[in-house]
């Protein structure tokens, strides 16, 4: 007979089990507070957008579009894509819905899944959740910083230590032509010594290459001529601004002369935000780095796809590589506050009765837990005590039958018989004291 297989979760996805959607919750709650705070609103694009919007947007020689998204075809034909990152939908929307005759600039965000066919390792995943900024519709230096700042105090606030911020200028369409053939001519002369990919992306936008996470290119990368010195004095004076600002907000920050990030449409500055602990040690073999959040400025993006110019500046929070530091730092907070009550009970009769208090204290606002399932008295004790219920109403057969109830002072184990229909201004009573 042939062998059952079961079907197994798809490579690189994952399950959300219920001890961590508390932490989901946890980075999502606190991000939407402060963003809501910073003058944000809330925007949804579709998981399925045109994939030529990607290959316009993040750009058709990036890594996005060449190799990991998700494309499929429509019975009708039309190629559509699992959205890869939100920043293009994000861009496409704003044209859609006239978003230039809104008070400007307008500040976004939005949460939610993206796909990227990656090869599967720690912190790196197919489907994973971001947290995305966008303000569009200013090209002000100091949006640069204050976007840095908030994404760093989300990570402050989550309790997250070692933070650094990594930044650079990859300059415009003025200054990073003239980069770009330095940066061509400096990699051809060494291309034996590139990854095969590189010696393609040397061809194609050897920017790229900075961005090269193979031990051997980074070796030659760290002697590549820098963008920061091919400024030209509009990027010079911007890029001064944000560091400046910077430094007044005090977030602390490290030039990366290197820093390029993996898609096309940034202009000036761009960011990735680390933390100290996942940093190389002495001695350890290379790794390449993890960044928690990344963004930068993207001056260009609308035009690019059919819309007038709009300065504009972004970026997003990785959600599960927050929470794996989260768990590694082993942060702590106060979760949901326990049950005031739990209601224990014993047989089918005082099931229904227990059913029915339930519901008055739900309405009553009064945080009650139950195992309505469990029949064990032993259990169900143990389980009030594990969720730190301050007092514990038992209905067994006989309270049932005299139309009573004991309520259990969980801290002193002092019982009391209480009539039933007297119960809930009893416990309001003590939950007053
Ligand atoms: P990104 O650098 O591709 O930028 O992604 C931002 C963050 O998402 C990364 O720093 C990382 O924390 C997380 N991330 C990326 N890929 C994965 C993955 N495969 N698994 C787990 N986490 C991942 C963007 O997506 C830009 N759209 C950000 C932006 C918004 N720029 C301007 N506006």
Redesign the pocket.
Known sequence: MAKKTRIQRVTGMHDVLPDDQKYFERVCSIAKSLVEFYGFSKIDTPILEEAELYSKGTGSNTD?VQKQMYTLKTKGGDVLALRP???PGIARAFLDHGMYTWPQPVKLYSSGP?F?Y?SPQA????Q?N?F???IIGDSSAVLDAQLIQIFYNILSELKLKNLIVEINSIGDHQCRPYYKKLLTNYFRSRAASLCADCRRRVRENPLRVLDCKEEKCQRIVSQAPQTIDHLCDECHTHFKSVLEFLDEIEVPYRLNPHLV???DYYTKTVF?IFCEDNQKKEGEEFQPK???????R?DGLLKLLGGEGAGA??????V??IISLMKSQEVKWQENPNPQVFIAQLGNLAKRKGLRLMEEFRRAKILVAESFGKDSLKVQFKMADKLGAGYTLLLGQKEVLEGTVIIRDMKSGKQDTVKLNKVMEEVKKRLKK
């Open positions: 996005i990152e939100f920043t993206l990227r990656e912190g790196r995943y197919r994973f971001q995305n900024l966008e990030r993996g898609l990735e993890i960044a928690l959040a990344a963004g930068g993207y500046v972004g970026g997003a929070i990785g599960e590589r």
